[in-house]
């Protein structure tokens, strides 16, 4: 079965709460996702991350959004033009022309760095904005597997079953596409967040939710 659509939902756009298990699913790959992606892994058995699907421009496959003192940021990673004309997701390379991993990780210093939870995870987090990934499909894959684990989502052993497709065959039905859209944050409690705490920000990157619930994030998360 093939997942997509995880988009950035906003909270008036979900009519609908469902709890659900799905086998051998497939996830589109994103960086740093939002908290809607990571609630319908939470509700998955097993994970494939789909990188022979097309490389489809500005989505959350490269972008991710959190929050600053400005309101909601987009952080893009720039992508070589020349790699994405083979069509697939797979074969897209990272540009390092650019100081986008210093941009990043300053950025994210700025916005988080009052959040509760934001020095203890730093550290590990910075990490992946100090080395080099190739393809971006492997970026993504490193902080989805460190989310998944922080988050506390541990029904998976990570390494097997977070798998890529070029790997390992989908198992079952690829056919059906999952509408995701009801996976957003008006199914769970609004945490705390740093700016303008008078008004909720819903589903913004993992990050997001880590930094500011630490340990309690999976509480936050759709409920089984």
């Not at 941009?103 to 203890?120: C, D, E, I, K």
């Not at 079953?161 to 198992?171: A, F, T």
């Not at 079952?172 to 945490?191: A, E, H, I, K, R």
Request: a neutral charge; charged letters at 25%.
């Amino acid at each position: 079965m093939r997942i997509d659509n995880v988009a950035h939902a906003r909270s008036d756009e979900a009519t609908h709460n469902f709890q659900f298990s799905i086998f051998n699913s497939q996830f589109p790959t994103a960086y740093a996702p939002n908290i809607a992606y990571i609630s319908a892994i939470a509700h998955v058995e097993s994970v494939c991350i789909d990188v022979d699907e097309p490389y489809i421009r500005q989505t959350f496959r490269n972008r991710c959004e959190i929050l600053t003192s400005q309101g909601v940021k987009k952080l893009s990673i720039p992508v070589e033009k020349k790699s994405t004309q083979t069509g697939t997701i797979k074969d897209v390379k990272i540009d390092y022309a650019g100081n986008w991993q210093r941009q990043h990780w300053r950025t994210l210093q700025t916005a988080y760095n009052n959040s509760p939870y934001f020095l203890y995870y730093q550290d590990e987090v910075r990490k992946f904005y100090e080395k080099r990934c190739d393809f971006l499909v492997d970026f993504n894959a490193e902080i989805l597997e460190f989310l998944l684990k922080k988050l506390r989502i541990t029904k998976y052993e990570l390494i097997r079953h977070v798998e890529r497709s070029r790997d390992i065959p989908l198992r079952g039905d690829s056919s059906t596409t999952l509408d995701m859209t009801p996976f957003c944050n008006s199914q769970f409690p609004v945490y705390p967040q740093v700016f303008n705490p008078e008004k909720f920000v819903p589903n913004l990157s993992s990050f997001d939710l880590l930094f500011n619930c630490g340990p309690e994030s999976k509480s936050f998360l759709c409920k089984e």
